[in-house]
Each structure stands twice: as structure tokens, then as C-alpha cells.
T-cell receptor, first 116, second 113 residues
Framework: DTGVSQDPRHKITKRGQNVTFRCDPI?????LYWYRQTLGQGPEFLTY????????KSRLLSDRFSAERPKGSFSTLEIQRTEQGDSAMYLC??????????????FGPGTRLTVL | GQQVMQIPQYQHVQEGEDFTTYCNSS?????IQWYKQRPGGHPVFLIQ?????EVKKQKRLTFQFGEAKKNSSLHITATQTTDVGTYFC?????????????FGKGTLLTVNP
């Protein structure tokens, strides 16, 4: 399978714990995005990487959230001191920057986080 | 900030009936994208519209981009049970960043066989 993959698919944690999610983009894609989706809503942009550089962060991304893409390939999203309001589906997408603006974003299956 | 609104929020149809969802942006969009998300699944890219007044077809799906580039629609002819899912429109966030998409809340389509 050459699509975007995410791990784990489901995570249940207790309030106050730290969690980390991983995203593996489509191999030749240089852009990677994180979104959050709650029930009945569309995906909300969190952050964006071009290669290893994090170029933009949403106001939604509080200081408890951090994302990395150390070698310009896979990315991790860490949430520290989780709160119940963090419960959501965390979606990763990737795209290939090219002459076509904007790129087509391909989404992974998501990680569903439940904070108890 | 920029808002992308979709109506209706829900639509239930009998198989074979037509379906339309509408998308409106508070700002002019350089392009608009449509995604489909099956229940329990993730958003899957359907199409991108760029030109004012553009119309594109994919089999039974017809996508339109308004002349003012502030609205769009998706029309499905003769729905099938495989069309079930939530349809989202998304536009680039105002401020020039073409990569950052603002999604509508989506229209959930259910089809009665």
C-alpha cells in the first residue's frame, strides 16, 4: 500500500497523559499536513511541513501540541498533558508541491484519540 | 476569519433520486476542492475547480464553481447506495496560503435502497 499511513489507529488515554502519533506520507511527497476532526465537523488545519521545515501552525495548536518531521519523511504529533477536549480524529495528509496550485492532499486513515 | 458554509447539513434520499449540496465562502476563493468521507473513513479527494464558472463531471457527479468564485455545488444524479457519506468542500485559507484548506462542515448523504 503506497498511501498515507498513520499509527496508531486508535488511542485511549487518561487525562494528563502524553500521547504521540505517527504519520508516514506517500514516499515522494514533500508536503505534510496535520488536521483535527471532531464529530459533525470538517477537518481543521493544525500545522504544515514542507520537507523538514514546519512552516505554519494554527492557533488551535496550543503549547501542549508539538509536531516534528525530522528527516522530511515521517512526522510525529505529540500532545502533552492531554485534556478531554483533545478527543478527536487526528488526520495526516501529504502532497507533492508542483506547478499545479494547490496540490492535491491525500489523507491517511487517521488516529482516533479518546481522553478519559 | 474565512468561513466555508455548506447546506444542507443532512440529506436523506431514496435510491435513484438526485442530490445536491451547496458550498458558500465568505471570501473569494482561488480554487475549491471537494472531498468524500465514507462513514468511519477518511476524506478522499474528488475534484478541484479553479476557473470562474467551471463545470466538471465525473460520471454521475457534476461539480460547479460560481462565477464570483465564492460558491460551488455538487450534484449527484440517480443516487446509489455507494454514494453514502459526507461530502466536504474546502477552499484555501484567505491570506495567500494555498496549501491550508478551510473545510465546510459537510453534507451527510444517506441513501435508502
Amino acid at each position: 500500500d503506497t498511501g498515507v499511513s498513520q499509527d496508531p489507529r486508535h488511542k485511549i488515554t487518561k487525562r494528563g497523559q502524553n500521547v504521540t502519533f505517527r504519520c508516514d506520507p506517500i514516499s515522494e511527497h514533500n508536503r505534510l499536513y496535520w488536521y483535527r476532526q471532531t464529530l459533525g465537523q470538517g477537518p481543521e488545519f493544525l500545522t504544515y511541513f514542507q520537507n523538514e521545515a514546519q512552516l505554519e501552525k494554527s492557533r488551535l495548536l496550543s503549547d501542549r501540541f508539538s509536531a516534528e518531521r525530522p528527516k522530511g519523511s515521517f512526522s510525529t504529533l505529540e500532545i502533552q498533558r492531554t485534556e478531554q477536549g483533545d478527543s478527536a480524529m487526528y488526520l495526516c495528509a501529504s502532497s507533492l508541491a508542483g506547478p499545479r496550485v494547490p496540490d492535491t492532499q491525500y489523507f491517511g486513515p487517521g488516529t482516533r484519540l479518546t481522553v478519559l | 476569519g474565512q468561513q466555508v458554509m455548506q447546506i444542507p447539513q443532512y440529506q436523506h434520499v431514496q435510491e435513484g433520486e438526485d442530490f445536491t449540496t451547496y458550498c458558500n465562502s465568505s471570501t473569494t476563493l482561488s480554487n475549491i476542492q471537494w472531498y468524500k468521507q465514507r462513514p468511519g473513513g477518511h476524506p478522499v479527494f474528488l475534484i478541484q475547480l479553479v476557473k470562474s464558472g467551471e463545470v466538471k463531471k465525473q460520471k454521475r457527479l457534476t461539480f460547479q464553481f460560481g462565477e464570483a468564485k465564492k460558491n460551488s455545488s455538487l450534484h449527484i444524479t440517480a443516487t446509489q447506495t455507494t454514494d453514502v457519506g459526507t461530502y466536504f468542500c474546502a477552499g484555501p485559507h484567505s491570506g495567500g496560503s494555498n496549501y491550508k484548506l478551510t473545510f465546510g462542515k459537510g453534507t451527510l448523504l444517506t441513501v435508502n435502497p
